[in-house]
């Protein structure tokens, strides 16, 4: 059974041993990030934290509920992070159906699809109490993370596990994405969607129109729902079918009560408001979780006209910083979700590594299964060509019998195989909106490494060398003898 909101996952984290209390009053400014941050420090990303008593708010902090590979899987009721992509390849490996048996046989995978399309409904738990006169941020637990964040303009205090609801005004489609929410005062705050994002796409086609663009704020719901509002989706998918298929149940939606913006209704709180397309503002610097600050930048600025929350709300948050972090176990499980839908297009990928210490965009690992010259090349770009993969700053491609998993392996064969002037590809194009390293923003260079074994078509004249490895008859006798030898 899917959870129905946050506070079913947090009974479960609290059953299985994975949720620290602390009962001892603490400060939002700084305090619960010192103590989350010592959380995913320690081994294995220690425990989820549960603030009880937070100082100037009568509401409860949850930080760092999905910040183990235990607590990840647990969100989204699997044993192993490669339980998703399973399910996925599966639903993308049925070839069309032929004879009326195979269509039959067909019908009831067809029907678990439709089933988890989000469902609206009209009571929502997430507006038992409305506040639509005086929307006042400032009653809300909201914390600051780092020293320098908001500086030097305000108190720094930053959303920051917010899921974004917009909708297309041409198309009507909806789009959930988490994008930090900078505190400005008790009604305004930042809107840091990157332009490559597409709540920025949503803003600019309102821009064009010259229409206010409604939107709204969701914080804490289903465990499913927060991780899928940052995964890195087609524009076409919507999020909230993902959700539904993740937690095989339909994401339940309440329509706002100041626009046609839906929800899911399971929420802790919801701010409702609008953009007024043009109006921006300094939003940042924000100690990001590239263990940087990204720097203040002008974003679109928005309003708050409503707000919405459960009576005892319990208010989420993450803590981002130099890895590891909590969302380096939201980035894993991206990881492996999404290497089947990869795969559909590079089906010679066998795997990828995301290295924590990359932050995701700065580096990928990928074993292929090598066929003609310059594959991995092809590799490389194809991959610079893909949705959020563009931001890849280091593609390291090896052979299919490389464990890109065990990454000392890894740089042991690559250290060794790779003529770099032969093998390197340099290539310009956008990044990250994080990268710092660059002389312009959002636009720079990356590289792809090709650590493969090179054949003589791609100008290798030289024979390749045989890896060592010991006999098999050698192994099983000493195999057999290891006693012997009194160890
Ligand atoms: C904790 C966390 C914070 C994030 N903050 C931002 C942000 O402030 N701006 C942004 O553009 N993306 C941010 N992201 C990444 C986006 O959520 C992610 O790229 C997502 O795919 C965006 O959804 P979209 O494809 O519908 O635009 C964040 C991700 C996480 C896990
Ligand atoms: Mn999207």
Request: charged share 30%; hydrophobic share 35%; proline share 7%.
């Amino acid at each position: 059974m899917a959870y129905n909101n946050l506070r079913e996952f947090i009974s479960a984290l609290e059953k299985k041993g994975l949720l620290h209390r602390i009962k001892a009053e603490v400060d939002p400014i700084l305090e619960i990030s010192e103590i989350t941050d010592r959380m995913c420090k320690s081994e294995g990303g220690g425990k989820a934290l549960y603030f009880e008593k937070v100082k100037g708010s009568q509401y409860p902090v949850v930080t760092n509920i999905f910040g183990s590979f235990d607590r990840m899987c647990l969100s989204l009721e699997i044993d192993h992070l490669d339980d998703v992509g399973k399910r996925i390849e599966d639903l993308l490996n049925q070839a069309p159906p032929k004879t009326l048996m195979e269509k039959l046989a067909m019908l009831p995978k067809l029907f678990e699809m439709s089933r988890w399309l989000p469902k609206t409904v009209k009571d929502a738990p997430c507006q038992e109490i409305i506040e639509r006169d005086n929307p006042d941020l400032s009653k809300f637990p909201i914390i600051k993370c780092w020293p320098g964040d908001g500086q030097p303009t305000d108190e720094g205090r930053f959303i920051t596990l917010p899921l974004v609801f917009t909708k297309d005004p041409e198309t009507g489609r909806p789009n959930c994405g988490m994008y930090r929410i900078h505190i400005y005062d008790k009604t305004t705050t930042g809107m840091h969607w990157h332009i490559h994002k597409d709540g920025a796409r949503h803003y600019d086609k309102y821009k064009k129109l010259n229409q206010r663009m409604p939107a709204a704020i969701a914080v804490g719901s289903d465990p499913a729902v927060i991780y899928a509002s940052s995964a890195p989706l087609p524009e076409a998918v919507d999020e909230m079918l993902f959700a539904g298929f993740l937690r095989k149940e339909p994401v339940e939606m309440v329509k706002c009560i100041t626009s046609d913006i839906e929800v899911p209704a399971n929420s802790e709180l919801v701010i409702e408001g609008y953009i007024e397309p043009g109006e921006m503002r300094i939003e940042g610097p924000f100690g990001d979780h590239t263990g940087f600050y990204s720097a203040a930048d002008n974003y679109p600025v928005f309003h708050a006209t409503c707000i919405t929350h459960r009576k005892d709300m319990i208010y989420p948050a993450t803590i981002v910083g130099k890895p590891p972090m909590e969302d380096c176990y939201m980035g894993k499980a991206t990881e492996r979700i999404f290497l089947p839908l990869i795969r559909l297009e590079f089906p010679e990928i066998k795997d990828m590594n995301l290295p924590m210490e990359g932050v995701f965009h700065n580096c990928a690992l990928l074993s292929i299964k090598k066929s003609y010259p310059g594959h991995a090349k092809k590799i490389i770009h194809g991959l610079w060509g893909k949705g959020q993969m563009m931001f890849a700053k280091l593609l390291i491609i090896v052979d299919d019998d490389v464990d890109v998993q065990n990454i000392s392996y890894t740089a042991w064969r690559v250290l060794n195989n790779v003529d770099w002037k032969r093998d390197v590809v340099i290539a310009e194009g956008p990044l990250d909106d994080l990268d710092h390293a660059a002389n312009f923003p959002r636009y720079g260079s990356k590289m792809g490494i090709d650590a493969t074994r090179k054949t003589r078509e791609e100008g290798m004249t030289r024979e390749w060398p045989a890896e060592i490895y010991m006999s098999e008859e050698i192994k099983k006798l000493v195999d057999k003898r290891w006693k012997e030898y009194g160890f």
